[in-house]
């Protein structure tokens, strides 16, 4: 799977952006999604999860109830609506793929490039 991000950029504290994260390479549908943090200086976190067919969803604590993460399978895309942006949330933002199976061996993990999110104060 080729996972390639999009729409980061600069926004103001308290305001929105949505990334994208387009996937091209194998059956979409077959993936659990997530989108992962890092921040500068600081290990690469996960801050939120969706299944495969978009019907379950998670997120870290921190951002639960200002972002959103949703996917539309048509259009092999998984996003993240970050509404209530605060400066914490400044980090380069990663979009991963894992396959969903019960099978570890199968269980294979992409990652794409990163896009980079700064929110000023």
């Known amino acids: 799977v080729q996972l390639q991000a999009s729409g980061g950029g600069l926004v103001q504290a308290g305001g929105s952006l949505r990334l994208s994260c387009a996937a091209s390479?194998?059956?979409?549908?077959?993936?659990?999604m997530a989108w992962f943090r890092q921040a500068p200086g600081k290990e690469r976190t996960l801050v939120a999860w969706?299944?495969?067919?978009?019907?379950?969803?998670q997120y870290t604590d921190s951002v639960n109830g200002r972002f959103t993460i949703s996917r539309d399978n048509a259009k092999t895309t998984v996003y993240l609506q970050m509404n209530n942006s605060k400066p914490e949330d400044t980090a380069i933002y990663y979009c991963k793929a894992k396959r969903n199976a019960l099978n570890k061996k199968y269980q294979y993990e992409y990652w794409g490039k990163g896009t980079l999110v700064t929110v000023s104060s």
């Open positions: 390479g194998r059956t979409f549908s077959d993936y659990n």
């Open positions: 969706i299944r495969w067919d978009g019907e379950d969803t």
